[in-house]
């Protein structure tokens, strides 16, 4: 199994990006994915989730309202839309494939990261 994450890069406060996640050997149409995210020094924290057909979500306070996560069953991908950027939403962005949302942090499978760096 593989999770490829993607889309990560330095972006000013207030601004987007969006990280895609490919996902390869697993039934991916049948897998919730989630986005975890780990600053430097501090303990990797739940960012998202999405059931396996898409109609379910959920998301962590601190980017309720800013980011948005989806997913393309047919490309076996999942994204992550990062609206109004602020400095805390530094760190390594990961994404997760699991049995279900409330279990993603206990997730199956994990990709590498890619990098989110907002700042000015």
């Known amino acids: 199994v593989q999770l490829q994450a993607s889309g990560g890069g330095l972006v000013q406060p207030g601004g987007s990006l969006k990280l895609s996640c490919a996902a390869s050997?697993?039934?991916?149409?049948?897998?919730?994915m989630g986005w975890f995210r780990q600053a430097p020094g501090k303990e990797r924290d739940f960012v998202a989730a999405?059931?396996?057909?898409?109609?379910?979500?959920y998301y962590a306070d601190s980017v309720k309202g800013r980011f948005t996560i989806s997913r393309h069953n047919a490309e076996n991908t999942v994204y992550l839309q990062m609206n109004s950027l602020k400095p805390e939403d530094t760190a390594v962005y990961y994404c997760?494939?699991?049995?279900?949302?409330?279990?993603?942090?206990?997730?199956?499978?994990w990709g590498k990261g890619t990098q989110v760096t907002v700042s000015s």
């Open positions: 997760a494939a699991g049995k279900s949302i409330p279990t993603i942090a206990a997730a199956d499978y």
């Open positions: 999405i059931s396996w057909s898409g109609g379910s979500d």
């Open positions: 050997g697993l039934v991916f149409k049948r897998s919730a």
